[in-house]
């Protein structure tokens, strides 16, 4: 059982999402993943594959260009756009965010051209977010107040590191001076909606040099800051280099107290934890990432994007786990051909669909509310699951967990063990509702159903 909690961490989180982290069909589950409350709005997600280069740390889904296919690559995201909103029957688009990849490669034609897409189709409110990953290249900086034109009113930069060594070494093909120049135009473009992106856990690096390094990068960073620990991923030129003994890693410990020491100094700087790898001051907060985070549908545009959302327009009461092609030339080939690029389909079971609401809303310092629970498991409340379990209980008393009249969140102290927190959870949650579940109108088998769609029209 551990095995399969362990492995439905990994599962539910969007591959963008992963910064620090170390079913069957039953009528429950129709009446709650069809509801209009849940099932009228969704996020999007538009992935913009190509990059210049590959980081040495990367194993994301990007691809080198080999020529320019700008034009084709647009219509397609148009293409998959119209007909995965058509699919779901979404009535607005709450925001957009185009990742990568290196998607500030792209001409802000492109974005522009998806946007109308999405307006012609559904409501896209002025006021909606819609975020561009920038990678703070001059290049990218140049093409900031464009992007701005097309409709892109928040930027996440891929600051990574202000040490020049450091970049170099782990591919990245912009330098501190860069970074920062792009900071201050970002800031004048967006004030007040400007994301930087930086990595702890790098190699060589100490408790020491990270300290000065975010004391630095405070004194010119907005109101928002998303702090990724570099972790190791196999097949990744950094894997090899650390499993050949030429480059050395720091210790979990000394991450540990990286990450500790980041959440302090960002919290005397103005700075909110509000999930596990986010802060934000002045209310700066990603909305996006928190409409992934409290469960609610989104969906997945471009090659290799994820989606969560009910298929009503094929008459599914069910939401199901989307996965597009992951390769552009083929992605491309089957948009052309049927529409969409969609490669897999999951449907997810109770089971399935509370396991995601617990691992995502667990990931936020405000956890999760009753109500916000009730809505996806009008039947079996926070109390009735995790209430009367030992395990819960060890973790109440202990202190990094909390049960309470707003619902279930972890402890300050508790939400940097998170990744020991969620297995004992997905456990209890699995206990207790499997043997309701068992009694169901259709068995675990029968409702998992998983579709290999790349032949089908």
Known sequence: MMRRTLNAVSRVLPPRLRHFSGGEVTEDVSECAASPQITERASLYVH????????????????ISKENNDHIMTKCLQKETETLLRLSQVSCITSV??????????????????LETVSRQVNLSDEAEVTLEVNPTPAGKSRLEDYCRAGVNRFSIGVQSLQDEDLKSLGRD?????????????????????????????????VESWEIELSEL?????????????????????????????????????????????????????????????????????????????GNQYIGVGPGAHGRFVPLGEGGVVREARTQTLEPDVWIREVRQRGHGTRRRLQLGHLELLEEVLVMGMRMTEGINHKHWE??????????????????????????????????????????????????????????????????DHSESAGRQTKNTSNLQ
């Open 97 to 114: 965010f185009f990742g990568g990849g290196t998607p500030s490669l792209a001409h802000p034609s492109i974005f522009a051209a998806i």
């Open 375 to 440: 809505m996806f498991s009008p039947q079996t409340g926070l109390d009735e699951v995790f209430g009367e379990s030992i395990v819960v209980q060890e973790l109440l008393q202990s202190g990094r967990l909390i049960l309470d009249d707003r619902g279930l969140r972890c402890s300050w102290e508790g939400l940097a063990l998170l990744d020991s927190i969620l297995p004992a959870l997905l456990v209890e949650l699995e206990r207790q509702i499997s043997p309701k579940a068992s009694h169901g």
């Open 218 to 294: 405070l004194r010119v960073c907005d109101d928002h800051v998303s702090l990724y620990q570099l972790t190791l991923e196999r097949g990744t030129q950094l894997f090899k280099q650390v499993e050949c003994g030429a480059v050395t890693m720091p210790s979990e410990d000394v991450t540990a107290d990286m990450y500790q020491r980041a959440r302090k100094t960002l919290h005397q700087h103005g700075f909110q934890q509000y999930e596990v790898s986010n802060f934000a001051r002045h209310n700066s907060v990603s909305h996006h990432n928190i409409s992934y985070w409290k």
């Open 174 to 206: 912009h330098d501190s001076h860069e970074a920062l120049q792009t900071i201050e135009e970002a800031r004048r473009l967006c004030p007040g909606r400007v994301s930087v992106d930086v990595m702890f856990g790098r190699p060589k690096q100490t």
């Open 48 to 63: 913009w594959p190509y990059c210049l280069r590959r980081c040495s740390y990367c194993n994301f889904n990007k691809y």
